[in-house]
């Protein structure tokens, strides 16, 4: 008899891949290891010079250490997982697939608008956007000050950045591309689904296992045999 088990494996997404790899891009460029010049969004070097890496790079920089970067990393961690732990349980790879949508949509948004050179913060707001969607009348606490719905906590977001000093067309970019995946995926009903390459080497692995028969007593069933004598 053949059994087929699930075999976990590690979420790519945020445990710990994607806040890592934003801390040691942050340290890179603060240590000077890395210039700022090759990482940032430049369509132009990225179509005219193949800087391909330079799509991915631009979403990982939260910029230089201090608070703004503390509460992005605590924002990213936590909803990421959140979401990754929820509406794509077990699809790691439909995961990427969503963000990498959302990155198409954020560079061609930002494009439009004359270019932002990183457009990590924007893509943080896609991320709690699409959380919120799934609990929206969810209560959510904000720093114990006020309590919201889950639905408004981007727009909060949006708020806090503007009160640190910040601009606020990323994050409402963000909250753009994360309304085009939902209003595409669960208004729509467009299956937006991973390439079957990367289902296979991020979702979990279903194992085929040989589950040997046992008797009532724990011993193995070696068939039924000859009689003595027989």
Not at 164 to 183: E, T
Request: with cysteine; proline share 6%.
């Amino acid at each position: 008899m053949r059994a087929v088990l699930t075999q976990p494996r590690a979420s790519v997404c945020t445990r710990p891949n994607t806040s890592t790899a934003a801390l040691l891009s942050t340290v890179a460029t603060q240590l000077g290891i890395v210039s700022l010049e090759l990482i940032y969004l430049d369509l132009g070097k990225v179509i005219g010079g193949l800087e391909l890496w330079r799509l991915l790079t631009n979403l990982l920089f939260f910029g230089g250490f201090g608070m703004p970067f503390v509460f992005n990393m605590f924002f990213l961690i936590r909803y990421s997982q959140g979401l990754e732990q929820s509406r794509f349980q077990g699809r790691s790879a439909d995961y990427v697939w969503c963000l990498a949508a959302c990155a198409v949509v954020l560079t061609l948004a930002s494009s439009l608008l004359g270019g932002f050179p990183f457009l990590a913060p924007a893509m943080l707001s896609s991320i709690v956007y699409l959380w919120s969607r799934i609990s929206p009348t969810q209560p959510l606490s904000i720093f114990g000050l006020f309590t919201v719905q889950s639905f408004y906590f981007p727009w909060v977001l949006v708020m806090i950045t503007v009160l640190m000093g910040g601009s606020p067309i990323p994050n409402l970019l963000g909250i753009l591309a994360g309304h085009v995946y939902y209003f595409l995926v669960d208004v729509q009903g467009f299956q937006l689904r991973a390439p079957q390459f990367l289902r296979e080497a991020l979702d979990d692995a279903p194992v085929p296992t040989t589950a040997q028969y046992r008797g009532a007593f724990g011993g193995y069933n070696w068939g039924g045999g000859q009689r003595l004598g027989g």
